[in-house]
């Protein structure tokens, strides 16, 4: 199960935190990423990390303001997302693999598990 936190509306430049819960996942290389959708449009990939390594990828569109971290004690993973802009706009979706997934680590198809979305607004 993944619960998503932490969105909400912010001016353009501002700053926003968002958080998601992971329970009843034992595996020690998952990957968990954060998505997004808007209207429209294809869910897409901004940022995934893999739990045991801490490895991190980055869209384009992010790199740079967004940051992806974990607390393992806590089985939390976490968005900070700074200098936010209006095609930020989107809402957000945290998102875990299975163990045997394949895929790119931002690739929609590698993610099995999903939250239930976070609207952010950037105006």
């Known amino acids: 199960q993944l619960v998503e936190s932490g969105g909400g509306s912010v001016q353009a430049g501002g700053s926003l935190r968002l958080s998601c819960a992971a329970a009843g996942f034992t595996y020690s290389r998952r990957c968990m990423a954060w998505f997004r959708q808007t209207p429209g449009k294809e869910r897409e990939g901004i940022a995934s990390?893999?739990?045991?390594?801490?490895?991190?990828y980055y869209d384009n569109s992010v790199e740079g303001r967004f940051t992806i971290s974990t607390d393992t004690a806590k089985n939390t993973v976490s968005l900070q997302m700074n200098s936010l802009k209006p095609e930020d706009t989107a809402v957000y979706y945290c998102?875990?693999?299975?163990?045997?997934?394949?895929?790119?680590?931002?690739?929609?198809?590698?993610?099995?598990?999903w939250g239930q979305g976070t609207q952010v607004t950037v105006s």
């Open positions: 990390i893999y739990i045991d390594g801490r490895q991190a």
């Open positions: 998102a875990a693999d299975a163990p045997l997934s394949t895929g790119a680590p931002l690739s929609i198809k590698r993610f099995a598990f």
